[in-house]
């Protein structure tokens, strides 16, 4: 299987990254439902893509708008939690990689997004000590442009 950035599109990042854009430090649930449904998919791809570009540049300010997208894009569609779990283990062990705690900058971003599901979700994830690439089915893998994620097969 080809790593993330290969396989994920990147042709609706200005769409996420406009919606970030007009995102309040706080969202509630008015701001969601103001969104298009559709918006979800490139929220979620460009989340999954970000983890990757924060590992590569070093960049925790990347790592919180991966975070903030995915977090947006499971309140647009209410997943199965364990779903959202298996793309929540990148951004945690990018954290960690960085030198940040995966608590603190999750529970920053829960603190942005609506009261809910998605946000109780990511304070519990964050929190976790037990997160490793393979339990949730990834390996960091060496591509020349550098590191990425790739599904196990």
């Not at 790593?3 to 430090?25: S, V």
């Not at 490139?42 to 983890?51: D, P």
């Not at 994830?125 to 097969?153: C, K, M, S, Y």
Request: with cysteine; charged share 25%.
């Amino acid at each position: 299987m080809k790593p993330n950035l290969e396989r994920i599109p990147g042709k609706q990042d200005r769409q996420a990254e406009a919606i970030l854009a007009r995102a309040p430090q706080r969202m509630d649930q008015r701001f969601i439902s103001s969104l298009d449904p559709s918006a979800s998919l490139a929220l979620g791809r460009y989340g999954a893509r970000l983890a990757t570009l924060a590992l590569r540049q070093n960049r925790p300010d990347l790592l919180r708008r991966s975070l903030l997208a995915t977090g947006l894009a499971g309140c647009l569609e209410p997943d199965d939690g364990r779903d959202l779990m298996v793309g929540l283990a990148l951004p945690w062990i990018v954290a960690r990689q960085l030198g940040a705690s995966p608590a603190a900058v999750f529970g920053d971003v829960a603190d942005s997004l609506p009261d809910g599901p998605v946000a109780a979700l990511f304070e519990a994830f964050g929190a976790r000590t037990d997160i490793t690439l393979e339990a949730f089915g990834w390996e960091l893998v060496t591509t020349a442009d550098g590191p990425d994620f790739r599904p196990q097969h």
